[in-house]
C-alpha cells in the first residue's frame, strides 16, 4: 500500500454565492465543491488546463448533501460548512415549522415581532414544496409552512420557541 501523497486544497471566496473548495488530481483534472451561503452543494470537475471550464457538476440537496457526508465520513464537509458560517459572522441560516395548534398557525407575520425579539430575520416560506420569497409582514402563516430565517443561533433557538408556542 503506497503513502498518499500530499494534496493542497485551493480555497476560493465566491462572494454572494460562497465558498469554492478544489484541488487538482494526480491524473490532473480540478476536482471540487462549492458550498453555497443559503445551503447546499455543487460538486464539479475542470479542465486540466483550465480550471474555470468544469467538465461536469451536478447539485445537490440537502438530504443528498447529508448522504455524501456520511460517506466520506462527515469531518471535512462539516468544517468547511462551519469555516463558511464563521466567516459569515456567526450567521446561521434554519428551518423552521409552523405547526398546527400553535400560536402562529393562521396568523400574520408581523404579530410575532420576531425580528424586534429575536433579531431574526424570514428570508422565505415553504408552502407545499413551494417557496415564497421575502414574505411581508402581513403574509399569514398556515400550518405546514416552514419558515427560512437567518440570524445567530441564539436568535434562531428563541425564534423557534416563539413559533413552537401553543396558541
Known amino acids: 500500500m503506497s ?6 486544497v485551493d480555497r476560493t471566496p465566491l462572494p454572494g454565492i460562497g465558498l469554492r473548495l478544489d484541488f487538482v488530481t494526480a491524473d490532473g483534472p480540478r476536482v471540487g ?3 453555497r451561503q443559503q445551503g ?5 470537475i475542470s479542465d486540466s488546463e483550465d480550471p474555470d471550464l468544469t467538465v461536469a457538476a451536478v447539485e445537490l440537496t440537502e438530504i443528498e448533501t447529508a448522504t455524501l457526508s456520511e460517506l466520506f465520513g462527515g469531518s471535512a464537509f462539516s468544517h468547511e460548512l462551519s469555516h463558511l458560517q464563521q466567516a459569515a459572522g456567526g450567521i446561521a441560516v434554519d428551518w423552521l415549522p409552523i405547526a398546527a395548534g400553535t400560536r402562529y398557525a393562521d396568523r400574520r407575520l408581523g404579530d410575532t415581532h420576531l425580528r424586534a425579539e429575536t433579531g431574526v430575520s424570514v428570508v422565505a416560506v415553504i408552502r407545499n414544496g413551494a417557496p415564497i420569497p421575502s414574505p411581508t409582514p402581513e403574509f399569514a402563516f398556515a400550518a405546514g409552512d416552514v419558515v ?5 443561533i441564539d436568535g434562531l433557538a428563541a425564534a423557534t420557541l416563539v413559533l413552537q408556542s401553543e396558541a
Open 3 to 8: 503513502t498518499p501523497r500530499e494534496v493542497t
Open 40 to 44: 447546499g452543494i455543487e460538486l464539479f
Open 148 to 152: 427560512v430565517a437567518v440570524g445567530t
Open 33 to 35: 465543491v462549492i458550498l
